[in-house]
Protein backbone atom coordinates (compact mmCIF):
# COMPACT_ATOMS: atom_id res chain seq x y z
CA UNK A 1 0.00 0.00 0.00
CA UNK A 2 1.50 3.66 -0.83
CA UNK A 3 2.28 6.22 2.05
CA UNK A 4 -0.52 9.08 2.53
CA UNK A 5 1.05 11.86 0.84
CA UNK A 6 0.82 15.44 2.44
CA UNK A 7 0.58 18.96 0.08
CA UNK A 8 1.39 22.14 2.40
CA UNK A 9 0.30 24.21 -0.38
CA UNK A 10 1.07 28.05 -0.85
CA UNK A 11 -0.29 29.10 -4.20
CA UNK A 12 -2.50 27.39 -5.79
CA UNK A 13 -1.32 27.00 -9.57
CA UNK A 14 2.37 25.38 -8.34
CA UNK A 15 -0.06 23.00 -5.75
CA UNK A 16 -2.24 22.39 -8.43
CA UNK A 17 0.66 21.27 -10.67
CA UNK A 18 2.31 19.16 -8.09
CA UNK A 19 -1.37 17.29 -7.12
CA UNK A 20 -1.76 16.77 -10.78
CA UNK A 21 1.43 15.43 -12.09
CA UNK A 22 1.60 13.10 -8.61
CA UNK A 23 -2.02 11.66 -9.87
CA UNK A 24 -1.29 11.51 -13.80
CA UNK A 25 1.73 9.31 -13.26
CA UNK A 26 0.80 7.33 -10.58
CA UNK A 27 -0.51 4.40 -13.06
CA UNK A 28 3.14 3.98 -13.91
CA UNK A 29 4.48 3.39 -10.66
CA UNK A 30 1.00 1.47 -9.14
CA UNK A 31 -0.89 0.55 -11.90
CA UNK A 32 -3.94 1.22 -14.47
CA UNK A 33 -6.57 3.51 -12.48
CA UNK A 34 -4.11 3.73 -8.91
CA UNK A 35 -2.85 7.05 -7.34
CA UNK A 36 -1.68 7.18 -3.93
CA UNK A 37 -3.56 8.80 -0.93
CA UNK A 38 -3.39 12.47 -0.83
CA UNK A 39 -4.23 15.10 1.62
CA UNK A 40 -3.97 19.12 0.56
CA UNK A 41 -4.32 21.94 2.56
CA UNK A 42 -3.75 25.37 1.87
CA UNK A 43 -3.68 28.44 4.01
CA UNK A 44 -5.08 32.00 2.97
CA UNK A 45 -2.55 32.77 0.43
CA UNK A 46 -2.65 36.16 1.09
CA UNK A 47 -1.16 35.78 4.66
CA UNK A 48 1.86 34.50 3.31
CA UNK A 49 2.68 37.12 0.78
CA UNK A 50 2.09 39.81 3.47
CA UNK A 51 4.97 37.76 5.69
CA UNK A 52 7.34 37.28 3.05
CA UNK A 53 6.90 40.95 1.98
CA UNK A 54 8.18 41.74 5.71
CA UNK A 55 10.73 39.03 5.41
CA UNK A 56 8.80 37.34 8.62
CA UNK A 57 9.86 33.74 7.87
CA UNK A 58 8.40 32.84 11.66
CA UNK A 59 5.02 33.66 10.30
CA UNK A 60 6.09 31.93 6.94
CA UNK A 61 7.28 29.02 9.27
CA UNK A 62 3.63 29.17 11.65
CA UNK A 63 1.40 28.50 9.04
CA UNK A 64 3.10 25.57 7.18
CA UNK A 65 3.15 23.99 10.69
CA UNK A 66 -0.56 24.85 10.83
CA UNK A 67 -1.15 23.05 7.18
CA UNK A 68 1.06 20.14 7.85
CA UNK A 69 -0.83 19.24 11.08
CA UNK A 70 -3.78 19.32 9.41
CA UNK A 71 -2.36 16.61 6.90
CA UNK A 72 -0.87 14.95 9.40
CA UNK A 73 -4.20 14.68 10.73
CA UNK A 74 -5.64 13.64 8.05
CA UNK A 75 -3.72 10.65 8.04
CA UNK A 76 -0.39 11.90 5.85
CA UNK A 77 2.62 10.09 6.07
CA UNK A 78 5.23 12.33 4.95
CA UNK A 79 4.60 16.45 3.82
CA UNK A 80 6.13 18.08 0.72
CA UNK A 81 5.67 21.67 -0.16
CA UNK A 82 5.44 22.53 -3.73
CA UNK A 83 6.66 26.33 -3.07
CA UNK A 84 10.55 26.69 -3.43
CA UNK A 85 10.85 30.09 -1.33
CA UNK A 86 8.79 28.72 2.14
CA UNK A 87 11.48 26.32 2.38
CA UNK A 88 13.40 29.38 3.76
CA UNK A 89 11.40 29.02 6.74
CA UNK A 90 11.32 25.39 6.98
CA UNK A 91 13.99 24.34 8.87
CA UNK A 92 11.91 26.58 12.01
CA UNK A 93 9.31 23.66 12.18
CA UNK A 94 10.98 20.79 11.08
CA UNK A 95 11.73 19.77 14.87
CA UNK A 96 7.96 20.44 15.60
CA UNK A 97 6.37 18.99 12.46
CA UNK A 98 4.31 15.33 13.18
CA UNK A 99 5.91 13.92 10.15
CA UNK A 100 8.65 14.43 7.82
CA UNK A 101 9.38 16.37 4.70
CA UNK A 102 10.64 15.75 1.60
CA UNK A 103 12.71 19.03 0.50
CA UNK A 104 12.20 20.27 -2.87
CA UNK A 105 15.76 21.61 -3.00
CA UNK A 106 17.14 18.26 -2.19
CA UNK A 107 15.19 17.00 -4.50
CA UNK A 108 16.45 19.30 -7.58
CA UNK A 109 19.90 18.84 -6.11
CA UNK A 110 19.68 15.38 -6.33
CA UNK A 111 18.27 15.47 -10.05
CA UNK A 112 21.11 17.95 -11.02
CA UNK A 113 24.02 16.19 -10.07
CA UNK A 114 22.30 12.77 -11.43
CA UNK A 115 22.27 14.72 -14.67
CA UNK A 116 26.16 15.35 -14.48
CA UNK A 117 25.51 19.22 -13.96
CA UNK A 118 28.02 21.55 -13.33
CA UNK A 119 26.66 25.05 -12.76
CA UNK A 120 23.07 26.29 -12.44
CA UNK A 121 20.74 28.94 -13.23
CA UNK A 122 18.26 29.99 -10.86
CA UNK A 123 15.37 31.20 -11.33
CA UNK A 124 12.96 32.21 -8.55
CA UNK A 125 11.36 34.70 -6.26
CA UNK A 126 13.97 37.58 -4.77
CA UNK A 127 13.59 35.94 -1.23
CA UNK A 128 14.88 32.57 -2.86
CA UNK A 129 17.16 33.63 -4.84
CA UNK A 130 19.17 35.79 -2.29
CA UNK A 131 18.42 33.16 0.19
CA UNK A 132 21.25 30.58 0.97
CA UNK A 133 18.29 27.92 0.52
CA UNK A 134 19.81 26.50 -2.95
CA UNK A 135 23.67 27.71 -2.83
CA UNK A 136 24.11 25.16 -0.01
CA UNK A 137 22.55 22.38 -1.03
CA UNK A 138 24.42 22.74 -4.49
CA UNK A 139 27.75 23.09 -2.61
CA UNK A 140 27.21 20.25 -0.75
CA UNK A 141 26.97 18.18 -3.96
CA UNK A 142 29.69 20.10 -5.78
CA UNK A 143 27.64 22.29 -8.00
CA UNK A 144 28.23 25.60 -8.55
CA UNK A 145 25.83 28.38 -9.89
CA UNK A 146 24.17 31.49 -11.09
CA UNK A 147 21.80 34.08 -10.10
CA UNK A 148 19.73 36.23 -12.14
CA UNK A 149 21.09 40.45 -12.84
CA UNK A 150 19.57 42.75 -10.08
CA UNK A 151 17.30 43.90 -12.13
CA UNK A 152 16.43 40.69 -14.21
CA UNK A 153 15.59 39.63 -10.18
CA UNK A 154 12.91 42.23 -9.64
CA UNK A 155 11.25 41.54 -13.26
CA UNK A 156 11.26 37.50 -12.33
CA UNK A 157 9.49 38.36 -9.16
CA UNK A 158 6.88 40.74 -10.78
CA UNK A 159 6.10 38.13 -12.98
CA UNK A 160 5.53 35.24 -10.03
CA UNK A 161 3.31 37.61 -7.63
CA UNK A 162 1.69 39.78 -10.28
CA UNK A 163 1.28 36.82 -12.80
CA UNK A 164 2.13 33.73 -12.42
CA UNK A 165 0.39 32.65 -8.87
CA UNK A 166 -3.23 33.71 -10.30
CA UNK A 167 -2.39 31.11 -13.05
CA UNK A 168 -1.51 34.60 -15.68
CA UNK A 169 0.65 32.97 -18.94
CA UNK A 170 2.08 35.56 -21.19
CA UNK A 171 4.24 35.89 -24.09
CA UNK A 172 6.19 38.81 -22.66
CA UNK A 173 6.72 36.82 -19.46
CA UNK A 174 7.72 33.89 -21.55
CA UNK A 175 10.36 36.23 -23.42
CA UNK A 176 11.50 37.49 -20.16
CA UNK A 177 12.28 34.38 -19.00
CA UNK A 178 13.92 33.15 -21.94
CA UNK A 179 16.19 36.29 -22.14
CA UNK A 180 17.22 35.50 -18.87
CA UNK A 181 18.04 32.01 -19.87
CA UNK A 182 20.03 32.63 -22.95
CA UNK A 183 22.21 35.16 -20.24
CA UNK A 184 22.87 32.28 -18.12
CA UNK A 185 23.77 30.10 -21.05
CA UNK A 186 25.86 32.80 -23.06
CA UNK A 187 27.51 34.70 -20.34
CA UNK A 188 27.96 32.37 -17.44
CA UNK A 189 28.32 29.05 -18.95
CA UNK A 190 25.48 27.30 -17.09
CA UNK A 191 24.44 23.50 -18.06
CA UNK A 192 20.61 24.01 -17.13
CA UNK A 193 18.44 26.14 -15.16
CA UNK A 194 16.78 25.85 -12.03
CA UNK A 195 12.74 26.73 -12.60
CA UNK A 196 12.76 27.23 -8.92
CA UNK A 197 9.29 28.67 -8.88
CA UNK A 198 6.73 26.04 -9.03
CA UNK A 199 4.44 28.54 -11.36
CA UNK A 200 7.79 28.91 -13.61
CA UNK A 201 6.96 25.16 -15.49
CA UNK A 202 3.59 26.80 -16.83
CA UNK A 203 5.57 29.83 -18.69
CA UNK A 204 8.92 27.92 -19.67
CA UNK A 205 8.33 24.58 -21.38
CA UNK A 206 11.58 22.38 -22.27
CA UNK A 207 10.68 23.45 -25.90
CA UNK A 208 10.94 27.20 -25.15
CA UNK A 209 14.38 26.98 -23.15
CA UNK A 210 17.66 27.47 -24.06
CA UNK A 211 18.75 25.62 -21.73
CA UNK A 212 17.69 22.29 -20.22
CA UNK A 213 14.87 22.42 -17.35
CA UNK A 214 14.97 21.35 -13.78
CA UNK A 215 11.48 21.76 -13.30
CA UNK A 216 11.11 21.53 -9.18
CA UNK A 217 7.30 21.08 -9.38
CA UNK A 218 7.39 18.15 -11.62
CA UNK A 219 10.32 16.42 -9.77
CA UNK A 220 8.90 17.07 -6.10
CA UNK A 221 5.91 14.93 -7.55
CA UNK A 222 7.80 12.24 -8.70
CA UNK A 223 10.13 11.95 -5.78
CA UNK A 224 7.10 11.89 -3.38
CA UNK A 225 5.76 9.15 -5.59
CA UNK A 226 8.82 7.22 -5.64
CA UNK A 227 9.22 7.74 -1.62
CA UNK A 228 5.29 7.33 -1.27
CA UNK A 229 5.63 3.55 -2.76
CA UNK A 230 8.47 2.54 -1.01
Not at 75 to 90: E, S
Not at 140 to 149: H, K, N, Q, T, V
Not at 188 to 203: F, K, N, R, W, Y
Not at 217 to 223: D, E, G, H, K
Request: glycine share 6%.
Amino acid sequence: MAKHIGIVACSAPGAALCYTTICAEAPEIMGANHNPEISLHMMDFCEHVRCMERHDWDGVANLMLRSVNKVAAAGANFAICPDNTCHIALPKIEGNSPIPWLHIVDVVADAAKRQGCRRLGLLGTRYLVESSVYPERLASRGIEWCLPAAGDRDVVNRIIFDELVFSRITREAQAHFVRIIETFKSAHQCDAVVLGCTEIPLVVTPEASPLPTLDSTRLLARAALKMGCQ
